[in-house]
């Protein structure tokens, strides 16, 4: 304690989002995220609790509370309005910082997962005010990495979203008939995003909800079956637009502003 002041506390609430959003800067292509804007997605996702808050005001029915089955407080409750609140603050993010620039496609995976850490912070602050430090010891290597790995995996989505596809690569009926109607396609692959991220996050409720003592287990290996994915998408991402673009490495830059920082 310093000044009646606990300080260990706060330093393990920041260490786990913080060493987890280092540890996404320097796995990241080179030169493809920007240390300033990756700390503005950060402090978004600590700011889309704000977001949360409203949509629980706006649809005060849309409660655990209203729902006795814990599937669908996993499934159709909690983890929809969670992600559905991550992705607005994403938006809004996006819109003030980036809309005038391109971006290379894996920025936008990278950029989820700090925003979700962001939010992960808030919720450790929560569950520590109502059960003390211990808490930390399971949710650093639980909670935390859920929602890190719940934003990588939407933000892969929103990614190959982005991709335009070369006119001379090989495409679906579905491709060229999205290729006309980009709106449509950011769209669905939203969607999919959405649909991705709700599946892990409710499925990691679910399975603590219904398993309690005995989901240890199967919660490492949710987290690596997650990792794994994570890796292997950012990879695909990369590869499926170097192809687009027909060139083999990344380009020297992907965010006309990082010259600026």
């Known amino acids: 304690m ?10 393990l609430l920041l ?15 080179y030169k493809s995220l920007s240390i300033k804007y990756s700390k503005n ?6 700011f889309s609790v704000v977001i949360l808050n409203f949509i629980m005001y706006l649809f005060p029915y849309w409660d655990p509370e209203y729902f006795y089955d814990v599937f669908y407080q996993a499934f159709w409750v909690v983890a929809p309005r969670e992600e559905i ?11 003030g910082l980036y809309s005038k620039n391109e971006l290379h496609p894996i920025t936008y995976m990278f950029y989820f997962g ?3 850490l962001g939010f ?24 935390v990495f859920v929602h890190m790995i719940c934003g990588l995996l939407f933000g892969y989505w929103v990614g190959i979203g982005k991709i335009k596809k070369s006119k001379f690569s090989l495409r679906t009926i579905s491709s060229i008939y999205l290729s006309s109607r980009p709106k449509l396609k950011s769209l669905l692959y939203i969607m ?3 649909i991705t991220a709700v599946c892990f996050h409710g499925l990691w409720n ?6 309690l003592k005995y989901s240890e287990p199967f919660s490492i290996l949710m987290l690596m079956v997650g990792f794994l994915a994570c890796k292997l998408l950012s990879r695909d991402l990369i590869n499926q637009y170097n192809k687009s673009k027909k060139i083999n490495p990344l380009p020297s830059r992907v965010d006309t502003d990082l010259d600026k920082n």
Not at 15 to 29: F, M, R, V
């Open 206 to 211: 679910y399975q603590l909800s219904v398993l």
């Open 114 to 116: 700090m925003l979700g």
């Open 192 to 194: 999919a995003g959405l």
């Open 41 to 46: 997605f950060f402090i978004g996702g600590i």
């Open 120 to 143: 992960a912070l808030v919720e450790n602050i929560q569950y520590v005010t109502q059960y003390g430090l211990w808490v930390l010891k399971v949710r650093t290597f639980g909670a």
């Open 85 to 95: 609140s991550k992705f607005l603050m994403f938006l809004i993010i996006y819109k």
């Open 2 to 11: 310093v000044l009646g002041f606990n300080l260990l506390g706060l330093i």
């Open 15 to 29: 260490l786990p989002p913080l060493l987890y959003s280092w540890i996404i800067y320097l796995s990241s292509p």
